[in-house]
């Protein structure tokens, strides 16, 4: 049987060499449609099973999901989107990409979950967690043994991960600090919502929130810090009662999910118009709360790209394990309000 070569992809696709190699390691520049035909071509001439059965197995990817209500219903269906456009992409190239879903955020059950994935096979891994001991010693247990991982959504600082993929949180906090600071100005209280701070990504939000805030003056007893556990319950009690005990509270920052739940906590007082609320992901319920005017201010994190990236990331790495990879890969903070959402 004729061995498929690059050069032969190429001329039937009627582009360069150099095109096919752009898209067999995802380098930017390819017209979408020219990507597509080629990525057709390398299924159906048999190139993509040549690759694999020279690698001797297929090379398979585990992505951990975190249970426990860490991604809504809207963002986990944003994440899905990215990872299986990576798994579209990877797998003629001799890749399987396996999605792994945790009920909890529980160290014991990831650590579970990584022995099933390691027994059928494990290439490289990606995962979101809480930021832990258990955590750490899990994933320098897993990189001792030679098989790469990476962090996305929320870093594991501290570990020997390959690198994060997410948005750089510490400072996407100043920038929500910033909007607020301008509109609180001298005076009135500032209430800061926050998810879980085990999670390091809700805690570097808070941190570069308060950081910014500082620097501009407003001192800590402007300032209350609430955890919410990202419940919408306990969310709404939590801001109600806040709005409440505080008449002159001026604005609201929620560092965490349920930005419904103080939507409808303000609405419910006598407070509508008069507090900012600034909060994170873009989503069909923030969107509608913006165009309403109950929310200011929304903060997009890009949670597709977090799903793509970490897939593609891996296979590279795992191609060419002494290719450089920078230690974080950040998404573009986007302020986004109700004339360009």
Known sequence: ???????????????????????????????????????????????AAQMAQSAGLKKRIGILLPGNGWFYADLKREWLRGVNDARQMVEPLGFEVEVVECETDLPYEFAEKIELMRAHGLDGLAISSKNNPAIRKLIDG?????????????DIPGSRRLCFVGQDLHRSGKVAADLICKFAGRQGEIL?????????????????????????????????????????????????????????????????????ACAEAIARSDRRGKIMVVGNDLIAPTRKLLAEGTVDFIIEQNVYWQGYEPVMLLKKYIMAPNSPVEPFLFTNISVINSENM
């Open 192 to 260: 800061v919502v926050a998810g879980n701070l085990e999670i390091d990504a809700h805690r570097q939000r808070v941190n570069g929130f308060m950081e910014k805030c500082a620097g501009e003056g407003i001192g800590a007893d402007r300032l209350t810090l609430v955890e919410s556990f990202n419940e919408y319950v306990l969310t709404y009690e939590k801001v109600r009662e806040q709005l409440e005990q505080k008449p002159s509270l001026r604005a609201i920052y929620m560092a965490n999910e349920s930005v419904a």
């Open 142 to 154: 897993v990189v001792q043994d030679g098989i790469p991982v990476l962090t996305y959504n929320s």
């Open 1 to 47: 049987m004729t061995r498929v070569t690059i050069q032969m992809i190429a001329e039937y696709a009627g582009v360069s060499r150099g095109t096919v190699d752009r898209v067999l390691h995802d380098r930017p520049n390819v017209n979408p449609d020219i990507k597509e035909r080629i990525m057709q071509i390398i299924q159906t001439s048999g190139y």
